[in-house]
Structures are given as structure tokens and as C-alpha cells.
């Protein structure tokens, strides 16, 4: 833990479409300062690196670590490759904000949480969601006892077509669980507070598969809580490019006395221009020349648990129970639907 009066340096590893927007909202919080770069694409490093005015730009992950002034990591590297630089990272003695997933196997996910675990520096997943006012107002009504427990919660999150083809191909190497489902998981688990103890779940693969990825075109999964609560969780990455969202995210929680409802489609804003539409609110982005939004508000929480020693909200044993389940939908997808108990899966 950083008690220097000093801004917290801040390197960030992967400066690609999740990276580079971390790198931005740096400069949204005048207790943080970005000291340093890392990135395999020259090209990349070199724009992020002039544009942001930053001192040090590495391509290894070793070189910023040992870079003087950095404190703290944001890791932001495709989804199968977070447990390598995370765990050098906690060795080092840094504070490490990771990038959902942890993790796409139950193996990597044990062996960063244990890292992080014995580590001197915090460790945050950044499951930057649960600083969505909508969803944090909810949590907070939820907790009052207002509406009862949670009984049932469904959640579907979808994305164009272009982001696995063009904006993302690595994606094939991760799952559409992982990738878009875990917020909304994240957030049921958040809600309901209790373990995961059956998943049952089915994919199919086609259109993707055609273009010559391997990966399913979209999921069905129910989930059952301890205590009884079921949360049936949806996804696809093949919306049509003239989809009226980039997004298109629902969640609905049913409790014994009232309902959450949160629909991205009720939107405030519609936007129409000469190549499309779009119905989403912007969520977060640059307005009037400053980042802001709950990306930044996930980040401001990071650097407030660096600085002053507390736990973050969302840490590695919210990430290992979420890695459990994602891969016991896995599992039963690949099992065409067979029960699997996520508390039993080791591999």
C-alpha cells in the first residue's frame, strides 16, 4: 500500500479496445498517474504512448514491472491469457486490476487467486457493471429487505455480429459466457449472495462457424442458488450489423415482494445518423473532454483501495466462484445440457 502523497503510478498491460480506454481514464483521477505501457503491437504501443504523453512504453511484461514509479497494473489482455501477467504481477508486489474474466479454466483462476492471496498489493476484478447506477440502486434496495429475497432472475447479453468477425477474432479462444455473460452473472450473484450448486446448459454453433471460427453463435443456461433461487442466463454474438445497438442487455429480478427491470432498449437517447441507429444511453465514454461514467467509477474504486489498504468491492474469490460456473456452462454445453455442479469442477 502506496502512504506517498504521490499520485498512484498506474502501468497498464494490453493497450487494445479494453486497454487503451483504462489508459484514458487514468487522467480522470488526479490521485493516479499513468507511468507506463506495455503491448506486443508496435504499432499500438506507439499511438497510445504519443497520444496519452506517456514516459515508457515496453513490450515485456517483466520490463514494466521493474519500471520505477508503477505501483499498480491494469491488465487488459484477451481472456485466455490473464494468468501469467497476473501472477508476476502480484509477485512483484503490485496492485493488480484485472480485466474480466480472471480467468477461462478453473486451474488459471485457483492459481491467480492463490497469488493473489498471499500478496501484499490488493487485487481487483473489474467487473465495472456494479458501478452502473441502475444496477447499485437496485443492490441497495435489494439489501434493504423492501422487496424480499431473490427468486428468480433472467439476463440475456448480445452483441453484433462484427465484434467476434472484425473488432475482436480472439474471442474465439474465450466463450460467450465469459466474455459478455459474467456481468450479468456477477451482478445476480451480487443480488442473491448465495453459491452457484447446479448449471445445466446447451449452445449452438453455425453462422461463426462459417466464417471460420470456432465458436458457438449463442447460449441458454439456468442456474440454480442455494436456497432456490434460479437465474436463466442468455447470450449471442450474431446480432446483424443493422441491429439498432451495439448491446442489446436485459435483467430482470423477481423477488418475493417487488421486481427489478432494467432494459438498455428503454432508452433515454435514440441516435440516428447517415450509416445507422442506435437506441443505447451512452453508459461511459469522454463528455465535454474528460472521461467519466462507471468505467471511471470502477477505476476510482481501485485506486481508493491501493491508496487507503481497504478490500476491493469485487475480489479473487468473486472471480474463482464466477470461473466455476462459467465453466460448468461450458461443460454442460458441451454435454448438450447434462447437470453440473460448479462447486465439484477442478479442471
Known sequence: MSESPDPLGIG????????????????????????ALCDLNDALLARWGEELNVEHCFRNVQDLLACP?????????PDHLHRDPAILA??????????????TTIPDALAIADAARG????????????????????????????????????????????????KLPWLQKSHLAHWGGIHRLDIARWYIGRPAVRVRAVQRKGLLAQQGLDTADFYQATIE??????????????????????IDSRFYCLCDRGAVDIDRFRSEMARAGPEGFDLSTPLAGTFLGRPAGFTVEALRHFVDCCLD??????????????????CAIERSCEQDGETVDPRTLES
Open 225 to 246: 442458488f442455494e436456497g432456490g433461487a434460479v437465474m436463466n442466463l442468455e447470450g449471442n454474438w450474431i446480432l446483424p450489423s443493422s441491429y439498432p445497438s451495439v
Open 119 to 166: 500478496a501484499p498489493g490488493r487485487f481487483m476484478l473489474n467487473l465495472s457493471n456494479r458501478w452502473m447506477p441502475v444496477f447499485a440502486a437496485a443492490k441497495e434496495q435489494i439489501d434493504s429487505g423492501v422487496f424480499g429475497p431473490v427468486r428468480y432472475v433472467f439476463a440475456r447479453m448480445a452483441n453484433r455480429i462484427d465484434l467476434p468477425t472484425t
Open 69 to 77: 514509479g508503477v505501483e499498480a497494473v491494469i491488465i487488459a489482455l
Open 90 to 103: 502480484l509477485e512483484a508486489k503490485k496492485h493488480v486490476l484485472l480485466e474480466k474474466p480472471m480467468a
Open 309 to 326: 489498504g481497504t478490500e476491493p468491492l469485487v475480489g479473487c474469490e468473486d472471480g474463482l466462484a464466477l470461473t466455476r460456473i462459467l
Open 12 to 35: 497498464v498491460i494490453g493497450v487494445g479496445l479494453q486497454g487503451s480506454s483504462h489508459a484514458r481514464n487514468v487522467g480522470a483521477d488526479p490521485r493516479a498517474r499513468l507511468v
